[in-house]
């Protein structure tokens, strides 16, 4: 019993020495490295305070004397506020609130409490598992409304004036920038496109969406300017005139904000005390620029490229005043009271993208998730994500045209391709049924242009091909005496049974 008392008697202690803290302003939150933590309420800055004269000078002349007293020579003189005194002291208050970890700092945003979405609006400091610090630069206001009905308007004003994709790709983005740190991967976007196709247009539209909480700047902006107006927000990042040569050199900080960004790792900077600098972003970037981005591959699949270009007769696009503004505060209204849908939507999403690469899935996925959350009737709807490469559906039904093809091409008596003439006019389009790993694939030749004029099909077919199940990519076969890359896909895919003929007529020929 007498144990439980002193218990609960220190508890109490410390929790008054806390609120004396906080009387000057100061809430502690634990200790790193051995020094104290504490959230400064006047500047609603995180102060990593330090055995100095310097860094303790950050809490005030009037609390290092309220905790530590004053120094005063051997005659008597008063040399100051006793600040090791008052360091040891807030040591022994922050040490009882236990380790503290950056990554558990947050500022505005929507963030995930468990499994539950946690909406902070920035205006004053909450603690719950995580520190939800005071931001007075805030965040969008949630509001309620009719999120489909927006976005109908919002899709199709971008549709009629720069196509479908754009439209897509705008409307994932605006909706998976402000779900911020809620969700596991944050999708960025690069607009390109020459003087006067309406880049500037699309950047008014995404700064009113976000109602004036986004880190709107340029490309010879710092990354660590950046992160001073960032902070610990999830508040979305535009950067302008991000031109290819700009991003050289120190632009090259600004791709790597958005990297980590992505995944929300940790970063650690140097700093000159040797101490180290942790930080952690959870934003969507948006670049900017007249000329395409020279991305590694790294980048290249957190980003989806948009190549803006006015559609023939299509007008700029025109919202009523303030639909944009409240476009923005439904969709986070929404985020906060469906969340659950939201994740459904960019699982589903990701799903359809098959066996691309596990980066591309979460950038895509999440975009076009992001898409159909806010406008469900799009979840049919194909979404090109890099010029030439489709959903899972199209590469199936590129698949289709290139196996109804091969009936134009004579080859619909047998098309197991088994007899000396048939596998001698198939080759001649680059297509061979092989063997590998004991299974039989039907490989089709990365570039044949006979393919593609009798199949109706552009771009690198092959690579689309390539993201059906079981596909092998880069494969290497000998083809009409040639050795050849292409695809590799499973006879089972392709509905060819190796001991049955195919029989299809013109009719079911799809173009």
């Known amino acids: 019993m007498n144990l439980l008392n002193n218990t609960r008697a220190r508890e109490e202690a410390t929790e008054e020495v806390e609120k004396s803290w906080e009387s000057f302003g100061f809430i502690p939150l634990g200790v790193s490295a051995g020094n104290p933590i504490v959230f400064d309420t006047t500047s609603q800055a995180i102060l990593d305070i330090s055995k100095t004269p310097a860094s303790t000078g950050k809490l005030g002349e009037a609390a290092l004397i309220a905790f530590g007293g004053m120094r005063t020579s051997e005659k008597g ?152 107006q960032v902070k610990a927000s999830s508040r979305p990042i535009l950067i302008d005139e991000a031109e290819p040569k700009s991003m050289r050199g120190e632009g090259q900080g600004l791709l790597m904000l958005a990297r980590s960004s992505s995944s929300g790792s940790e970063q650690v900077l140097g700093t000159p005390d040797g101490r180290g600098f942790s930080f952690r972003l959870t934003s969507s970037f948006c670049f900017g620029s007249i000329n395409p981005p020279d991305l590694n ?99 199936e039904d590129m698949l289709h045209k290139i196996l109804y093809a091969q009936i134009k091409a004579g080859l619909s008596v047998s098309m197991s391709l088994t007899g000396s003439a048939e596998r001698k006019a198939a080759e001649a389009y680059g297509i061979k049924i092989v063997e590998s790993d004991n299974s039989r694939f039907l490989f089709i030749g990365s570039t044949n242009d006979s393919l593609k004029k009798i199949a109706g099909v552009v771009g690198n077919y092959a690579e689309v091909l390539a993201r059906l199940p079981g596909a092998k990519k880069s494969h290497k076969a000998k083809v009409g005496g040639t050795s050849i890359r292409g695809v590799a896909i499973p006879l089972e895919c392709c509905g060819i049974d190796e001991n049955e003929a195919i029989q299809k007529t013109m009719e079911e020929v799809p173009f």
């Open 297 to 395: 591959a790294a980048d290249a699949s957190r980003f989806h490229v948009i190549k803006l270009s006015r559609r023939q007769g299509g007008r700029e696009p025109r919202f009523p005043k303030s639909f944009l503004a409240r476009f923005g505060k439904i969709i986070l209204h929404e985020l906060i009271h469906d969340h659950a849908r939201l994740l459904v939507a960019i699982e589903s999403a990701k799903g359809r993208l098959g066996q691309a690469e596990e980066r591309l899935k979460d950038t895509v996925g999440t975009l076009v998730g992001s898409a159909t959350f806010a406008m469900p009737t799009l979840a049919g709807v194909d979404f090109c994500y890099d010029g030439s490469a489709f959903t899972q559906d199209d590469a």
């Open 77 to 228: 003189k008063a040399l100051g506020p006793d600040w090791e005194k008052a360091f040891f002291y807030l040591q022994e208050v922050c040490r009882a609130k236990g380790a503290f970890y950056q990554e558990h700092t947050r500022g505005p945003g929507l963030w995930l409490e468990g499994d539950c979405p946690k909406y902070h609006d920035g205006k004053k400091f909450e603690k719950t598992d995580h520190c939800y610090i005071g931001d007075p630069k805030g965040f969008v206001a949630p509001q309620e409304g009719n999120l489909l009905e927006y976005a109908q308007v919002f899709f199709i004003e971008l549709y009629q004036a720069y196509g479908k994709d754009t439209a897509f790709a705008l409307l994932g983005f605006v909706v998976s920038a402000l779900s911020g740190g809620s969700i596991a991967w944050r999708s960025h976007i690069w607009i390109t496109g020459q003087r006067g196709v309406g880049k500037t247009t699309v950047w008014k539209i995404l700064k009113e969406i976000f109602d004036g909480h986004a880190v709107a700047v340029e490309g010879r902006s710092s990354a660590a300017g950046i992160r001073q």
